[in-house]
């Protein structure tokens, strides 16, 4: 396996493009980077740059050609001709499939566009969803971070279930580990943050339910919303203004909410989840859902919905909640901060489950997927 060159797909992590801001495939991108050297992978970055600014890349080097540009050429060739790359298998880690001359592994996080159109951006929405399709079927081997997400690949992308390897995501070791107090309590000082504060981190769109989790949140009992406030980490997203208005609308009424909505320096967020008293994940949606397992990491209970892959996720780690009640996640809420014995039990089995889920695992295991499709 050392000696197989394996090219990665750093798009989703070059500053230039993302401005710094990662989302969970920029994340699980890093990851990769980071951690397939240590599992015997000799790793070759490159980036797909928009038109004519390939000198803008600072992680990969640049494709041949843009996106768009490599799509087009997709379309208008047959199947037969294949763009040549110096490894000896491609590794996209999103969407961006093109085909090559050599094996091609993709990794599909979701088929959330296709399934659940109506959370997604409305602008171009029925093109994006076509070339998704398209660039989905291109991959020779189709990585899924959940058992959950096969049956959509399949019934949404047409992949075929015996090519889909499930690779859970993860968290870096670090995460294991508490930051210093001292930096934890400069980084709250410098958000106005106090120690015990209910946490939510994900971008801002209807699919992580946002709203009914400030709902939840102003029918806790004056008291608890006193001395806890609602701190959401996230940027806002495609459709997210309602939610917007109504956090402005409760932050100018009083409420103990702080939306931090620039915060990507990892290390701040570390120190931003390792004070948290209780994280909450009522998410309608999700492939995998990476913050579950940074909040377990950090030692903090937590609350996720019993939907779609996140019970495959927590594995009884979290205390389960109906995302559309905002009732029982307004119960659990309080039952959190209340109730001492439950809340060692998540914490004891929220850390349990980070150990199981780290980036060298997923490393270990992506390699051994090379590894197959190499063989084949």
């Known amino acids: 396996m050392s000696a197989a060159r394996i090219g990665l797909s750093t798009t989703t992590i070059e500053p230039s493009l993302t401005g710094g801001r990662l989302d969970g495939i920029g994340v699980y991108s890093r990851a990769l980077l980071e951690h397939l050297p240590a599992a015997g992978c000799a790793v070759v970055p490159y980036s797909f740059a928009r038109p004519g600014r390939g000198a803008g890349l ?3 080097r640049p494709m041949a050609h843009s996106f768009p540009v490599a799509t087009l050429i997709d379309l208008a060739t047959p199947a ?14 999103d969407y961006r499939v093109i085909r090559l001359a050599c094996p091609v592994v993709a990794t599909l996080h979701d088929a959330l566009p296709i399934s659940h159109p109506e959370w997604c951006n409305p602008r171009l929405r029925g093109l994006k969803n076509w070339l998704q399709t398209k660039a989905a079927r291109k991959a020779d081997h189709v990585i899924a971070h959940t058992e959950y997400s096969i049956a959509e690949l399949v019934q949404c992308f047409g ?11 993860g968290v870096d070791e670090a995460w294991l580990e508490r930051p210093a107090e001292a930096d934890i309590a400069a980084t709250l000082a410098a958000h106005g943050l106090r120690p015990g504060y209910y946490l939510f981190v994900g971008t801002l769109q209807p699919r992580k339910n946002g709203e009914r989790l400030l709902a939840a949140y102003l029918a806790l009992p004056p008291v608890v919303r006193a001395a806890r406030q609602l701190v959401i980490v996230g940027a806002a997203g495609a459709r997210s203004d309602t939610l917007i208005a109504q956090m402005k609308a409760a932050i100018q009424n009083g409420e103990n909410i702080v939306w931090l909505s ?15 008293g209780v994280f909450v994940f009522p998410s309608l949606y999700e ?3 990476i913050p579950v397992v940074e909040a377990f990491a950090s030692g903090v209970p937590v609350i996720a919905s019993n939907t779609t892959s996140l019970p495959e996720v927590t594995q009884g780690a979290a205390v389960d909640v109906d995302p559309l009640s905002v009732p029982e996640l307004s119960a659990a809420m309080l039952a959190l901060v209340r109730e001492d014995a439950l809340r060692a039990r998540c914490i004891a089995a929220g850390q349990r489950r980070a150990l199981q889920l780290t980036w060298s695992e997923t490393a270990r295991k992506t390699a051994a997927v090379y590894h197959t499709v190499l063989s084949s």
């Open 80 to 93: 037969a001709v294949r763009a040549a790359l110096p490894v000896d298998l491609f590794h996209a880690t």
């Open 159 to 169: 992949v075929d279930e015996r090519r889909i390897s499930v690779v859970p995501a």
């Open 262 to 276: 620039a915060l990507t320096d990892t290390e701040q967020l570390r120190r931003v989840y390792a004070a948290a």
């Open 58 to 60: 600072s992680v990969g």
């Open 287 to 289: 492939g995998f859902g």
